[in-house]
């Protein structure tokens, strides 16, 4: 009988060998296919047991990988095996044993990767064959791969779950009992606790909850209100900053403990993120991005606060950008009168608790509210200001003491924030054309002048740079930009109607 033929190496196609260097193509395969971060995030811990006649058997460590690689992704590595190993017809996944012995383990598709690259590079040295055999169920071994999972495992054992993902600290006086409820907020406060209070078979109806405002009207104060709240019913709740995800995340990655985190932050019911407008890092954006679709996937409720809508967030990705969009967004405006009354005869309240002498006429009340409308931060500063004139003068407090004592945070109103496209859809408007026509590529006339002024008025009104606007006009480079701005800078200078019109415009567009 004739030997069977090699390929390029002393090995048979059925040894052990053969099959870790189909395993490596395969994995190159899929990688190229999915990308690295989707390969990173899903397949690291899938392994190869066995191949038998026309079925494949994989295992995972957790069914939660089961599940998912079973729901998105069985097809494609059926069809990356039934490349190099025709006879198979068929996937069968399995969760193993945290117990199981190096001995008769698989390799997992991270640790093939690693070895398919330094293979390509030379370097032997990561993964190392098993040797060679002609059983029909040989199986391949990486020793870099054994590690990895061991320092992982071993991780989670003596670490813990806090440690691996350690949530921001939470403070226990802010919570629903104590969130005055006004206009601006009577939504976003009725919304945050239906989700606190859902029983975990309710359908979950608002998924994510994004809260947005500006600073100091109570965005923190209700996400920790919901992390306290969940936690109460005895719902897997982790709040966390910005900040903090990205801190864990990038400590997992050195610590080498990524699965871990990324497993242990899939086993929450409750995901709180604060600040997500600091979110940072195309692959930090990423690993975000993997962890709503899997949450929100498997029923799992995001409450997600930020200080501006979605749409707004332009340093994050754009798929993150719409996975929040499409649940409930709430906006939370700023405080009206009868609400910083509310705020203001609060915190007196308190401050008279640790200071009995502390008084505050009703009209020095009604005077502070009147002045002070930003948000409920310097509403703090100006109790904190009239307690400490009203302890070191020892005189009464009277209108005239308190102008005195707040007048650093008595400030004019904010200018109005412009968004692009408010400018766009006016200068439609005023031109008679159709916003669509301003983002399009016609070069007509009619269409060119009103394009150029829309840019120019979002450079002098907006603090977007050149390539954001270009962006926000259909993908356009930035010099396309400055050559607008720059053309109706010149032509305003010297056409008295396109300069009245340049100013109607930002007036209308500032009231």
Not at 63 to 69: D, E, G, N, Q, T
Not at 85 to 105: C, E, M, W
Not at 111 to 126: E, I, L, Y
Not at 139 to 158: G, I, Y
């Amino acid at each position: 009988m004739n030997e069977p033929r090699d390929r390029g190496n002393s090995t048979s196609p059925n040894s052990a060998a053969s099959k870790e260097e189909a395993w490596m193509r395969i994995c190159r395969r899929l990688r190229a296919e999915l990308g690295d971060d989707v390969f990173s995030s899903w397949f690291g811990r899938l392994e190869l047991d066995d191949l038998s006649e026309a079925n494949a058997y994989l295992s995972v460590p957790t069914k939660f990988l089961k599940s998912w690689i079973q729901s998105h992704y069985a097809e494609k590595i059926l069809l990356a095996l039934a490349g190099e190993f025709p006879d198979v017809k068929r996937l069968s996944i399995t969760v193993r044993s945290s117990t199981r012995t190096t001995a008769g383990r698989a390799s997992g598709l991270a640790a093939s990767a690693q070895a398919t690259d330094a293979h390509a590079a030379g370097d032997r040295s990561v993964a190392s064959s098993a040797p060679a055999s002609d059983s029909a169920h040989a199986e391949l071994k990486f020793p870099s791969q054994h590690r990895t999972s061991e320092r992982v495992a071993r991780a989670s054992a003596e670490c813990g779950d806090a440690e691996i993902i350690a949530g921001s600290p939470l403070d226990r006086r802010l919570n629903f009992s104590n969130f005055l409820i006004g206009r601006s907020n009577q939504l976003a406060h009725a919304a945050a606790q239906r989700v606190a209070s859902a029983a975990p078979e309710e359908p979950l109806l608002y998924n994510p909850l994004y809260l947005h405002a500006s600073v100091g009207l109570g965005k923190t104060h209700l996400l920790q209100a919901v992390a306290h709240a969940a936690s109460a019913v005895t719902r897997r709740v982790i709040y966390l900053t910005a900040e903090r995800f990205m801190y864990g995340f990038v400590s997992a990655l050195k610590a080498q403990t990524a699965i871990a985190f990324k497993e242990k932050l899939r086993g929450i019911d409750v995901l709180v993120i604060d600040d997500i407008q600091f979110l940072q890092g195309k692959s930090i954006q990423q690993e975000f991005c993997h962890t709503l679709n899997a949450l929100i996937d498997a029923r799992r409720q995001i409450v997600i606060a930020a200080d501006r809508p979605p749409g707004d967030l332009e340093s994050l990705d754009e798929r993150v950008r719409s996975r929040l969009a499409g649940g409930l967004c709430v906006e939370m405006g700023g405080l009206d009168e009868p609400l910083r009354i509310k705020i203001l005869e609060a915190r007196i309240a308190a401050a008279k608790q640790v200071h009995p002498n502390f008084e505050v006429p009703p009209a020095v009340t009604a005077y502070v509210a009147s002045v002070i409308q930003t948000n409920g931060r310097d509403l703090d500063g100006a109790v904190n200001r009239l307690l400490a004139h009203a302890s070191l003068n020892g005189a009464p407090l009277g209108v005239e003491t308190a102008e005195l004592a707040i007048r650093d945070l008595v400030r004019t109103h904010e200018p109005k924030r412009i968004k692009i496209e408010d400018i766009q859809k006016l200068v439609a408007s005023h031109f008679n054309v159709s916003r669509a026509d301003i983002l399009s590529s016609r070069r007509t006339a009619n269409v060119v002048r009103p394009r150029q002024i829309a840019m120019y008025l979002s450079k002098v009104l907006t603090l977007r740079s050149l390539p954001e606007i270009g962006r926000r006009f259909g993908g356009r480079d930035h010099t396309t930009v400055l050559h607008a701005v720059r053309k109706i800078e010149g032509l305003a200078t010297s056409d008295g109607t396109l300069s009245e019109e340049l100013e109607l415009l930002k007036r209308m567009l500032m009231e």
